[in-house]
């Protein structure tokens, strides 16, 4: 249960950072629509996520892992669409979010395994 807490924490915590940093992205309606955000991107990251890292094995053998960025922008771009209060306009930043949520994630997965 803590991990999908962490994710939802994560997601939160990572669109907040895109919309203060990264030119394009907008989040309508404060905090609770940021908690939304951040709720739709834990469930996406803890269910689906996996299954989709699964099916796409041998994709992501074959890039020697980078397809796993285009499986993390498609995640990023799933909640966008979700949720109208969400705005990403354009590749870039959306890359720009990936990234930053990428990072969050890398870190908190590198505190999950040193527990």
Same mark, same amino acid.
Request: hydrophobic share 60%; glycine share 10%.
């Given at each position: 249960?803590?991990?999908?807490?962490?994710?939802?924490?994560?997601?939160?915590?990572?669109?907040?950072?895109?919309?203060?940093?990264?030119?394009?992205?907008?989040?309508?309606?404060?905090?609770?629509?940021?908690?939304?955000? *951040? =709720?739709?991107?834990? $469930? %996406? +990251?803890? !269910?689906?996520?996996?299954?989709? #890292?699964? &099916?796409?094995?041998? @994709?992501? /053998?074959?890039?020697? *892992? =980078?397809?796993?960025? $285009? %499986? +993390?922008? !498609?995640?990023?771009?799933?909640? #966008?669409? &979700?949720?109208?209060? @969400?705005? /990403?306009?354009?590749?870039?930043?959306?890359?720009?979010?990936?990234?930053?949520?990428?990072?969050l994630n890398f870190m908190y997965r590198g505190n999950q395994l040193r527990k």
């Amino acid at each position: 249960m803590s991990i999908f807490i962490g994710h939802i924490l994560i997601g939160m915590l990572g669109f907040w950072l895109s919309e203060r940093f990264v030119p394009g992205v907008a989040i309508a309606g404060g905090i609770r629509f940021l908690a939304i955000s *951040g =709720l739709i991107f834990g $469930i %996406l +990251n803890f !269910f689906v996520k996996p299954v989709l #890292d699964f &099916l796409s094995l041998p @994709l992501k /053998i074959l890039t020697f *892992g =980078l397809f796993s960025l $285009i %499986l +993390n922008m !498609f995640m990023v771009w799933l909640v #966008d669409v &979700l949720l109208i209060e @969400l705005t /990403i306009e354009g590749l870039v930043p959306l890359f720009w979010t990936t990234l930053i949520l990428w990072g969050l994630n890398f870190m908190y997965r590198g505190n999950q395994l040193r527990k």
